[in-house]
């Protein structure tokens, strides 16, 4: 039973436009939750948080907006740049202080 | 300072092989988890280790195993290799378990392949 899931395998955006990368969770016990941006052949790079005490943190031109009642959480990058094609992952710390992570989306920023 | 180094690249074994895969974390992180990649499964958790303690496990056989030294480098080892065992092995490290005082860094990972 996957608790943090990411139901678009992949998006494709033009450059300059908005990007919005979206992720559902189940467990309402989670509180924190992270996005990693991964290339291949490399390991995850963090990204950005949120705490649940927050609903939105923005850092440059990334935001993650939470909301709590929905378990939905979505990142924004806005303008999209070709660099950040990508594959970007939404994670999530549970009761047990595990990360969880969705399967992931592929994100494309075409020139 | 210098990152998360996981030790070999890339592996190639046969069916039946065992092996091992190996975590430097960074200087000072005590904690080191293993992350399982396949295409279209994400990012898998096997375990973490703290303190050369194992705290948490994820749902692997027990084929997948690990441990961690005083160092807090950290070894996996894969028993009986399968060929569904092909994927990308992450190691991420933090200064200390779940959310704390940093997020967890990750390596570039070992791409194992069983032929």
């Known amino acids: 039973d996957q608790q943090v899931k990411q139901n678009s395998p992949s998006l494709s955006v033009q450059e300059g436009r908005i990007s919005i990368l979206n992720c559902d969770y189940t467990?309402?016990?989670?509180?924190?939750f992270l996005w990693y941006k991964k290339y291949p052949a490399e390991g995850p790079t963090f990204l950005i948080s949120?705490?649940?005490?927050?609903d939105k943190n923005e850092d440059g031109r990334f935001t993650v907006f939470l909301n709590k009642s929905a378990k939905h959480l979505s990142l924004h990058i806005v303008p999209s740049q070709p660099g950040d094609s990508a594959v970007y992952f939404c994670?999530?710390?549970?009761?047990?202080?595990?990360?969880?992570f969705g399967g992931g989306t592929r994100l494309m920023v075409k020139p | 300072k210098a990152g998360v180094t996981q030790t070999p690249r890339y592996l190639i074994k046969t069916r039946g092989q065992q092996v091992t895969l190996s975590c430097s974390p960074i200087?000072?992180?005590?904690?080191v988890s293993w992350y399982q990649q396949t295409p279209g499964q994400g990012l898998q958790f096997l375990f973490e280790?703290?303190?050369?303690?194992?705290?948490n496990k994820g749902n692997f056989p027990g084929r997948f195993s690990g441990r961690q030294f005083s160092n807090s480098r950290s070894e996996m080892n894969v028993s009986t290799l399968e060929l569904g065992d092909s994927a990308l092995y992450l190691c991420?490290?933090?200064?200390?378990?779940?959310?704390?005082?940093?997020?967890?860094?990750f390596g570039q990972g070992t791409r194992l392949t069983v032929v």
């Open positions: 994670a999530s710390y549970n009761a047990g202080n595990m990360l969880t």
């Open positions: 200087s000072g992180h005590r904690s």
């Open positions: 467990n309402s016990m989670f509180d924190y």
């Open positions: 280790y703290f303190s050369e303690t194992q705290r």
């Open positions: 949120i705490s649940s005490i927050k």
């Open positions: 991420a490290s933090s200064f200390q378990p779940g959310q704390g005082l940093g997020e967890a860094f």
